[in-house]
C-alpha cells in the first residue's frame, strides 16, 4: 500500500516480515525523510526512529540500525 506523499506499509499476509514483526510503515514526512514503525505480534506499534532516503538506491530507506527496501 501506497499513500500519495509517499509512504508506505509493508505487510506480508497471514505472515511475520521478521521474527516479532507483523508489518513496518514508512511515514514520509518531507522530501528524503521519513519515521518508520513496526506492528509486533504483541500489537504493540513500535517506534524504529528516522530514516533518510538511500543516495544508492532509491527504494531503500536507511536509519541508525535498520534497511527496510520495498521493490
Known sequence: MIDDN??????KPNGKILPEI???KVYVIAPGR???RGLTVRGINSRWGP???????AACWVGSDFTICAY
Open 51 to 57: 530514516a533518510k532516503r538511500s543516495v544508492e538506491d
Open 34 to 36: 521519513a519515521e518508520v
Open 6 to 11: 509517499g509512504s508506505f506499509l509493508l505487510h
Open 22 to 24: 507483523l508489518d513496518i
